[in-house]
């Protein structure tokens, strides 16, 4: 089983910059399957940034390239570095390790402008 702690969220001014982190453990899981999605009110969740089983990386293009996934084995952690933060990217963050379908408890991010 996997449990998966997200961390590093806050608020951040239009502009700014965060990065968070998902802290995986537990046995008989890779990094190599991880993702980062958001959700807003209302709203569906979104996938912002995943690698796939390939070991390429996806990004939607409407985040132009702004956020950047990686991860470090040895610490069984996955982080998003997110750039040029805008208002519309306010909203709680959650990783999840996509074969078992673990989420983490997510992350809120505030722009404020």
């Known amino acids: 089983q996997v449990r998966l702690v997200e961390s590093g969220g806050g608020l951040v001014q239009v502009g700014g910059s965060l990065r968070l982190s998902c802290a995986a453990s537990?046995?008989?899981?890779?990094?190599?399957?991880m993702g980062w999605y958001r959700q807003t009110p209302g709203n569906q969740r979104e996938l912002v940034a995943a690698f796939n089983s390939v070991g390429r990386i996806y990004y939607p293009d409407s985040l132009e390239g702004r956020f950047t996934i990686s991860r470090d084995n040895a610490k069984n952690t996955v982080y998003l570095q997110m750039n040029s933060l805008k208002p519309e990217d306010t909203a709680v963050y959650f990783c999840?390790?996509?074969?078992?379908?673990?989420w983490g408890q997510g992350t809120q991010v505030t722009v404020s402008s």
């Open positions: 537990g046995t008989g899981f890779a990094l190599s399957r």
């Open positions: 999840v390790h996509i074969p078992s379908d673990t």
